[in-house]
């Protein structure tokens, strides 16, 4: 009983959810701008081939440069703020849908491009009515993966004065207070479930079409 | 912040011979840093490697695999370090014992996936020809898995750098220090330092990885290259 | 199986009352099946799918073990002794052939051989033996399989089975997954191959027409392995036991009914051939009496090829012409379905049947329709 504090959180629950919603609104602010960045990038990475290389290499460095670092780089030009937290959590999500968006284009079967092609489609208009839709379900994949991500990553913002339920587990260290380091870890968890069951309903209501090789 | 011009801090920090010298030094924080991540990842591959091996051969640990990767993935790291280091105590010890903990499950899931994902034909032969179970996990599932073993081992990598940053925030040693005193200190030269050094090494080690991983596997690629 | 020349004729592989049943909710997929499969000959297993061939197979080399009965392999039971020591005494090739993509074709084959411990000279021996037989050029050894068209592949395969001289080979639908002509090509090596090793041979199919061809018997088995009709070809042919077996023999196609005759059946024509120590006038005299404008030329019985009457030359002697060589040429286990298309491939009205060049006679369109046509007067007589 020691190890977790009821009363605690009894007292405390206007600030957990304010931080709650502080996480949910971090990551889904990085999320989205993340997915229009990303896709865009990927449409240019389809149309023009030698372009996928460059992208792919920048991306990967922008996921691979520790969230921790990329933070104090910032910090310097944009400050202590949530435009700080951003330009760090988007830059993660870049390199997973990039590269989803792309395998699931190219996955598409050669049989459907071809149709396209022989019913006199555009390539722009084959690319927004026939490709995208039916790489949806590999570019949702990379979303939910870019989310799931996201969400703990969030936590790490703390150390800008923000974090969401990071904000717990940063107090918590300070004052080795396990109660907030539980609330702050797993409340954490909770969410990136709950965020990634949610992203799954919206690509059943997206892709009605898979629904019944799935069942 | 202050409010001298960054470069001015910069200087000021590069400035410092405590920055090249002693126990705050950046060689000596740089080598704390890689010393750290190594001794994690090698222990981490030591102990997951050969179970997720010896279960995937016996088709074992699929769903541990599956849930590991999707609890993995949701688990903050930044909490599991917290955790860790509230329950062993600060220091070196604990933050390696959490950076073990961080970086096995991408070896194990990648272990198993790799090895469930060789050819049941080729295994169907291997079993058929008379092959012992230990040979065929030595000489065809594990030759056959090893790139994406080595995938598994370089994605542990770069999350064992970026999470050996963060132990200093649990009075860990590592070019994290760098950022978390120019935090603490609001010293923009030091904060910037950091953060070039973290990235550096991350982008050089990943770099290095992949290039070894290509050199790791010749046979595999020529046989991928089917001309 | 210490016993490896096995007289030919004395029983090699013997299974009684075997069953086996995956799932004890499930059907079983084999049931009581007794068979007896004679030192060096061919028994195919044919039968749609579901009808547990390919479980026979595996349980012959203990891939899959059996719920009851008894396997013996030369005399001793399988079950005795390690499986992957049995295994290694037993060539193994599958549809997928399951070459290790990691190793190159010379590993792949010496694989068994490795297994047993040969001398590194032994295994290098053997090992080029082994691709002159299977008809694979030397410079491939040395590639990996992913560099080889499917073809190649299942001729290492093969090769692989055949490496350390088992007895026993067990073939599961080898050559299922190769293109028709491809396929055609390498079940006339695998005739070829067994008149030199008389191997005995279990091979599984779900090709009626593979069988008929490859088959010295031809074990026919239904849903849940239950052994219809066991016979020669010829048999099966002639007296489908039950309505499965004629349905699965595809009695109504007529196509179906030419894959299932072969050329030996056929009461074949000699034609205007001559040997070329002959004189050109008794050429002439032949082409006159089979009513061509050409002729075969035999050289001691080996097929030397065709000449125009126009071309044939006023000297004594027929040698020095330079004979051409036949569009449609046949072997005698071919079926008519496969003289057919070779007809029809060479816009010819008949093939020449020949066996390892020798000269056998010819086969017409006419002749191939009279045997379809006697074949349905003999089935609406029984």
């Known amino acids: ?215 | 912040m202050t409010d001298r011009p960054l470069v001015e801090e910069l200087r000021l920090f590069l400035g410092d011979p405590q920055t090249w010298w002693g126990p705050a030094s950046i060689p000596l924080r740089l080598g704390e840093h890689l010393l750290l991540s190594a001794v994690a990842v090698l222990a981490a591959a030591a102990l997951v490697i050969p179970p997720a091996l010896w279960a995937a051969h016996r088709r074992r640990g699929v769903v541990a695999a599956a849930a590991v990767v999707n609890i993995g993935r949701a688990v903050p790291t930044f909490g599991i370090l917290v955790v860790v280091v509230v329950w062993l105590g600060l220091g070196p010890w604990p933050a390696l014992v959490a950076l073990v903990a961080l970086s096995g499950p991408p070896m194990f899931t990648n272990t198993v996936a790799a090895v469930l994902a060789v050819d049941p034909a080729v295994l169907e032969s291997a079993w058929g020809m008379g092959m012992t179970g230990r040979a065929v996990l030595m000489k065809v599932e594990l030759p056959l898995a090893l790139p994406v073993i080595a995938e598994g081992i370089r994605i542990a990598i770069s999350q064992v750098i970026a999470t050996a940053t963060l132990a200093a925030l649990a009075a860990g040693g590592g070019l994290g220090r760098f950022i978390v005193d120019g935090f603490a200190k609001r010293d923009q030269g030091e904060l910037l330092m950091g953060a070039v050094l973290v990235a550096a090494v991350a982008v050089v080690a990943e770099m290095l990885f992949t290039r070894g991983q290509r050199r790791l596997v010749p046979s595999q690629a020529s046989a991928e290259g089917s001309r | 199986m210490s016993d490896q020349a096995g007289a030919a004729g004395q029983p090699m592989i013997s299974l009684q009352d075997v069953s086996k049943t995956y799932d004890a909710a499930s059907a079983p997929a084999v049931e009581s099946l007794t068979l007896e499969i004679l030192s060096g000959e061919i028994v195919v297993l044919v039968g749609p799918s579901g009808c547990g061939k390919t479980t026979v197979l595996k349980m012959i080399n203990r891939l899959v073990e059996p719920t009851s009965g008894d396997i013996e392999v030369a005399g001793t039971p399988v079950g005795e002794g390690e499986p992957h020591l049995l295994r290694r005494s037993i060539g193994y090739v599958i549809q997928q052939v399951g070459l290790f993509p990691h190793w190159t074709v010379r590993r792949n084959i010496a694989t068994v051989p490795e297994l047993l411990g040969w001398s590194p000279q032994r295994i290098s021996d053997r090992t080029g033996e082994l691709a002159r037989l299977v008809g694979l050029d030397e410079s491939m050894l040395d590639r990996y399989p992913g560099a080889l068209s499917g073809g190649q592949q299942q001729r290492v395969g093969v090769a692989r089975a055949l490496a350390a001289d088992p007895p026993v080979l067990l073939m599961d639908e080898p050559f299922g997954a190769v293109d028709p002509i491809v396929r055609h090509r390498l079940q006339d090596e695998l005739v070829d191959l067994q008149k030199r090793l008389r191997k005995t041979i279990v091979f599984v199919t779900h090709d009626i027409e593979e069988a008929i061809k490859l088959g010295d018997r031809i074990v026919i088995l239904n849903v849940g392995g239950v052994l219809e009709q066991q016979g020669s070809p010829a048999e099966i042919l002639s007296r489908p036991a039950n309505r499965f077996v004629e349905d699965f023999i595809g009695a109504e196609r007529n196509l179906q009914r030419l894959a299932l005759r072969r050329v030996a059946e056929l009461r074949l024509k000699w034609g205007p051939m001559v040997e070329v120590s002959t004189t050109p006038e008794a050429a002439r005299e032949a082409a006159a009496r089979e009513g061509t404008e050409w002729v075969g030329l035999l050289s001691d019985g080996v097929m030397a090829g065709w000449v125009p009457v126009s071309e044939l030359p006023e000297s004594p002697s027929l040698e020095g012409l330079e004979p051409r060589p036949f569009g449609a040429v046949v072997s005698r286990r071919a079926s008519l379905r496969q003289t057919v298309d070779a007809m029809v491939g060479s816009s010819q009205e008949m093939a020449v049947v020949a066996e390892d060049g020798y000269y056998c006679g010819l086969v017409d369109f006419r002749m191939v329709s009279e045997a379809l046509g006697s074949q349905r007067g003999s089935r609406a007589g029984g």
């Open chain 1, 1 to 215: 009983m020691n190890i977790f504090n009821w009363e605690w959180v009894g007292r405390n629950w206007i600030a957990i959810v304010e931080r709650t919603w502080e996480h949910v609104f971090l990551t889904a602010v990085a999320v989205v701008v993340g997915t229009v960045i990303a896709i865009g990038l990927a449409v240019v990475a389809v149309r023009r081939r030698r372009w996928y290389g460059p992208i792919t290499s920048v991306t990967n460095i922008l996921y691979t440069v520790p969230s921790l670092a990329l933070f104090a780089f910032l910090v310097p030009f944009t400050g202590l703020s949530t435009l700080t937290s951003e330009i760090g959590l988007v830059s993660y999500t870049l390199l997973i849908i990039v590269r989803n968006t792309v395998a699931g284009v190219d996955g598409v079967s050669r049989g459907v491009r071809e149709a396209a092609d022989g019913m006199g489609f555009t390539a722009r208009r084959r690319f927004w009515k026939a490709e995208f839709p039916l790489a949806l379900p590999v570019i949702m994949a990379g979303i939910r993966i870019a989310s799931v991500t996201t969400v703990g990553l969030v936590t790490i913002t703390a150390i800008l004065g923000q974090g969401g339920l990071g904000y717990f587990i940063l107090a918590g260290l300070r004052s080795f207070f396990w109660t907030q380091i539980i609330i702050g870890t797993v409340g954490s968890v909770l969410l990136a479930v709950v965020i990634d069951v949610g992203l799954l309903w919206v690509e059943r209501l997206l892709t009605p079409w898979t629904r019944r090789a799935a069942a």
